[in-house]
């Protein structure tokens, strides 16, 4: 079957699979997966060849890149001893056990097959792992240790799976050797994934500080990554690329926010395409799993040294050794901590269980067993090559349909479970965020977090020659911070005034306090004409309209006050449709006159804010900036003529709008890693901002 043909066939089933998985919530996509890929083999004859290099680096070094990428190192660092040790010993211990069982079962399979097979009947899936242990309630110290050996154990199992093939392909094997090649390629294989994942963090940096910030760029570079890490380990310096690209990929997850000073939407697409990338990698393993098990049930099937019951029989009795073997182990490790978290025996034993029906195996398994070779170093088939390819698959389903069918029972829950390149689903989710309600945000808490975040932004990204356009969608988001903020204290029932609109109060009279003083100076001194005066005492006027209605009910200011914002607007739109080329003296004096007041009020309030006994009041910080954003802005809007706006501003600030809408986003996807905010709200908030930037489309296509 021609490549493309293939591709197209495979991703074509994927998304088959995952419409079906809609309407079967509680059956895991993968066995959809599994069981359209068998039955485009048997009705359809496809077949679809494999080589091991090619398969391990298109699929193993991804998906293992993007694990490590996604390691949650807060809540799993803490138990970084006991999570080292289940991801290495526990491997160690179920390759030992496992290939001593299987050779026994099926004295045909050579010891060293057997090994391999159970090295690579090791790995499990961390998303499956992670969404089953939340089901089965299992203790949060056991949760993270089996959620953090998940994301790390398919290096050692790799590597086990990896000198098992060997022995069984060149027929040698010495422990001594073994474990001096295991040392090197660990060591080496970890601190090459390292160097040169810093080494790409170090260009993709200085890229971006020399002003390359192709969003498309940097996510492709980074989707590559683990591919580029992996052929120069393995080929270079013949270490492990399995390790290095874990390794990797946990440098990446702890260096990634660096970034997003440069280009905070880098973040939200970097996390979309790779989500797109392992939904498809995932998917096609389990297709092609499903196509290759009509080779390998031919296989077994006409194998005359065994009968298709005891095949079936087989495949069952090695999911059950794995789960022993899983399951002596935590309760090992529970009775070992049981000072710290004490639990009867009988609790200790039922978690143990749930823990070993955790263990569900998934792509990495599948990767790995088909990429044993076909034949030995001496041209020879290798041997049972079909019925590894059997036990691996069947373990597979089994594991699967066992965690669906057994840990409903045990647990009383029933939820999907989920495996890797699936989406979080939000049925699933809502008992954990009703139990962490108290600690989301509302919708008013969430914006104003979002626009403070993108204020800073255009905070830091203002300069001399943007400097009008910054200020200017400073005074906006500080303006909408307001308004939420205003909408809290309505909310509240209390008749005094909440802290935060007194503080701002008290601050902002300071500050008229300081324009007024100065208009009365400039006039007491001769320095501006009797019409400036006027305007000034107009302007004052207006301003005290405002301290008045803050804090207050409906009452004649608001009326006034809506009275002289419509008055502004109306001026602003003549001024905007007849602008005049020339200014009159009077104008230009006036500009003069506002900037020298908006000076004397931050002179003012600075000063204020100096005094001994006003220092340990602590004033909030946030109220303070948003006078200042205020006063700036019309410092700059007078130094620029007050009205006139260029092609140039209007650019300025089109760019600014569009990163501050950014960085918008990415705090809307920060909040929800952190569980802060719903995923009904973040929709929602997002919603908004796809508002916003279509209406910023629409506003450059009319001045076009």
Do not use: C
């Amino acid at each position: 079957m021609a490549i493309i043909e293939a591709v197209i066939l495979l991703i074509t089933l994927v998304i088959i699979a995952n419409i079906i998985g809609h309407y079967l919530p509680n059956l895991p996509v993968s066995l959809i997966e599994i069981g359209l890929g068998l039955m485009v083999a048997l009705v359809f004859a496809v077949k679809i060849p494999l080589k091991t290099d090619w398969f391990m680096l298109v699929f193993v070094a991804p998906l293992l890149f993007n694990d490590g990428r996604r390691f949650p190192k807060k809540e799993l660092w803490a138990l970084r001893g006991p999570i080292i040790g289940n991801a290495i010993f526990l491997v160690f211990a179920t390759t030992l056990i496992g290939g001593l069982a299987i050779h026994w079962l099926v004295p045909a399979l050579p010891l060293a097959a057997s090994f391999a097979l159970a090295a690579i009947l090791s790995p499990t899936d961390p998303v499956a792992v992670q969404s089953i242990s939340e089901q089965a309630d299992l203790p949060p110290r056991v949760l993270h240790l089996v959620s953090g050996e998940s994301l790390i154990n398919d290096a050692s199992g790799l590597i086990s799976f990896k000198y098992g093939i060997a022995a069984a392909v060149t027929g040698y094997f010495s422990w001594q050797q073994a474990a001096g090649d295991f040392l090197y390629i660990s060591i080496v294989g970890a601190l090459a994934g390292m160097i040169i994942m810093l080494i790409i963090h170090f260009i993709r940096l200085f890229m971006l500080q020399q002003g390359f910030e192709d969003v498309m760029f940097h996510t492709i570079l980074q989707l590559v990554t683990p591919f580029i890490i992996y052929l120069i380990v393995e080929d270079l310096f013949h270490a492990s690329g399995v390790i290095a690209v874990v390794v990797a990929g946990i440098i990446n997850h702890s260096s990634r926010n660096i970034f997003l000073d440069f280009l905070p939407e880098l973040k939200l697409v970097t996390e979309q395409t790779w989500s797109i990338s392992v939904y498809l990698l995932n998917g096609i393993v389990f297709l092609i799993l499903g196509i290759e098990l009509p080779v390998a049930m031919h296989n077994t099937v006409h194998n005359p040294m065994i009968n298709t019951s005891e095949e079936i029989l087989l495949v069952l009795a090695v999911w059950l050794i794995l789960v022993i073997v899983r399951g002596l182990w935590t309760l090992a490790y529970l009775l070992y901590t049981n000072q710290t978290n004490p639990k009867t025996f009988r609790e200790n034993i039922k978690i143990a269980v749930l823990s070993g029906l955790s263990g569900v195996r998934g792509a990495i398994t599948m990767a790995g067993v088909l990429s044993v070779p076909t034949v030995l170093a001496d041209g020879s088939p290798f041997p049972q090559r079909g019925l590894m390819l059997f036990i691996a698959a069947g373990v597979i389903i089994v594991s699967l349909v066992m965690a669906v069918v057994l840990i409903p029972k045990l647990t009383k829950v029933k939820a999907p479970i989920e495996m890797r390149g699936m989406q979080r689903d939000l049925e699933a989710e809502a008992a954990t965020e009703d139990e962490a309600a108290a600690d989301l945000l509302d919708e008013t808490n969430a914006k104003i977090y979002m626009y403070k975040v993108a204020a800073s932004m255009v905070e830091s990204q203002r300069h001399i020659d943007n400097n009008r356009a910054a200020l200017d969608l400073l005074a906006e988001y500080q303006l909408m911070i307001r308004r939420l903020e205003s909408q809290q204290s309505e909310a509240s029932t209390s008749d005094e005034l909440p802290p935060l609109i007194a503080e701002e109060l008290i601050l902002r009279q300071v500050a008229f306090d300081g324009e007024r003083q100065k208009l009365e100076s400039l006039w007491a001194e001769k320095a501006i004409s009797a019409k400036s005066y006027r305007h000034g005492k107009r302007k004052l006027r207006q301003k005290q309209v405002m301290l008045s209605v803050i804090g207050t009910s409906f009452n004649w200011h608001h009326v006034q006050l809506q009275v002289y914002r419509a008055w502004s607007i109306s001026k602003r739109f003549l001024t905007h449709l007849w602008p005049r080329h020339t200014k009159s003296p009077s104008e230009t004096e006036w500009q003069l006159t506002e900037r020298e007041m908006a000076k004397a009020g931050i002179k003012q309030l600075s000063y204020f804010l100096k005094q001994p006994e006003n220092r340990q009041r602590h004033y909030n910080r946030q109220v303070i900036y948003q006078i200042i954003v205020r006063y700036r802005n019309q410092i700059e809007n007078m130094k620029n003529g007050g009205r006139s706006k260029t092609a140039i501003y209007e650019r300025q600030l089109q760019k600014l709008r569009i990163k501050a809408l950014t960085s918008e986003r990415a705090a809307i996807q920060e909040l929800l890693e952190q569980y802060k905010i719903s995923w009904q709200l973040a929709d929602e908030l997002r919603k908004n901002i796809n508002y916003s930037e279509n209406a910023l489309i629409l506003a450059r296509t009319d001045t076009e």
